[in-house]
């Protein structure tokens, strides 16, 4: 696993390019007449103002890195994806970039799949726009979203919003704590099936703003359903909450939602207290990448070992054999509840041992006790 910067084995050690205006224009309007396919890997862009504008191709960023990007007109967007085709991006960090008031960083009406990726500090010109989102899709075909081992901090308002797509995310982080409190996601006739991940995000005192957004964490809009399993959703001060994470609060209601699903999750209640966690994410550093944030310890009793082993699996039934950073899990009796597990070899075990009078106790990690 290694993202562009790193130099060491599985790293790309990436060429930096630094051009002006939009780089790459691909098929637009399907000029070719046909799908185009294109892999850009290994390298890394800034200080431009759009990566890439493409129609009908199948892109594929692999260990890319896309920074200090400022996107200039008001029709400028990072990345953009229309008519066909789909973006796949892997390995890869996008970061610091500056985009148009109340403009998206990443429209795209395909498939998209994210992978082991990380999205940080990508923020608005006009700091917390209630309408700016990090993904945006606005047409009616269908599609399908892949997010798996990702993760996503330093928001403005942030929101992933998805339209007619049906939608995985798994063992992923959204460290939503600098966004307006708008709703870190939304799903318009399409179903989201989260597994083993941790959302993190602004508490919510008014049912909308604008009479635009519902849900503080997840708002489903139209026929869509949510299906839920070893999930953390946890607001920054429950305390102040007085709406539900999930928009409308009777989701898991399945005699309305019959495809919905409530099975191992914790949410922070309206009015609640989240001290059980033994988490303090917001003391936590939350630099840019630091993922460390949310790894449940020993006190962290509703989250370890509270998940279902069974369901922590990713869209294609593969099992979630690792959590976020990369540890095995599960590491206990079943999975914790979120992207991480709590990493046993960190704490004392309730091991008993004995020895004769005047024997010594080896407990050295290559031959004694502590290498059990």
Known sequence: ??????????????????PVGTLFRVNRANGA?????VRIENLAFTRMSTFINTDNANVTLDNVAIY??????????????????????????????????????LVINNDLTIINSAFSNNSNRAIRVASDRLVSMTDSTSKNVIIRDSYFDGLDSGALEFKNASVEISNSVYDGRDATPTRAI??????????NSTWYYTSKTINNIGQIFQGTHIELAGSAQLIARNNLL???NSATNTIPLV????????????????????????????????????????????????????????LVDQGNTADALYGDGA???????????????????????????????????????GVNLIVSTANGVLSQ
């Open 247 to 302: 928009y409308p609060a009777n989701w898991d209601d399945t005699g309305v939602f019959a495809r919905a699903v409530n099975d191992n999750n914790y949410l922070s209640r309206i009015n609640g207290d989240d001290s059980a966690l033994n988490l303090s994410p917001l003391h936590c550093v939350n630099a840019s990448f630091n993922r460390n944030c949310f790894v449940p310890n020993a006190l962290s009793t509703p």
């Open 33 to 37: 007449r046909r799908t185009l396919d």
């Open 234 to 236: 946890l607001s920054t």
């Open 186 to 195: 939304k799903v318009i006739d399409g179903d989201l099936t989260l597994t």
């Open 68 to 105: 200090g990007f400022v996107c200039q007109r008001s029709s400028d967007l990072l990345i953009g994806h229309g008519l066909g085709g789909s973006l796949t991006i892997k390995d890869s960090l996008i970061f610091d970039n500056l985009v148009n008031n109340g403009q998206q960083d």
């Open 319 to 357: 099992p979630i054999s690792k959590d976020l950073l990369g540890e095995l899990r599960a590491q206990g009796a079943s999975v914790d509840i979120g992207a991480y597990e709590k990493h046993e070899t960190l704490y004392a075990h309730a091991d008993h041992y004995q020895t004769n009078e």
């Open 1 to 18: 696993m290694g993202y562009p910067f790193d130099q060491g084995p599985g790293g790309g050690g990436a060429t930096i390019l630094k």
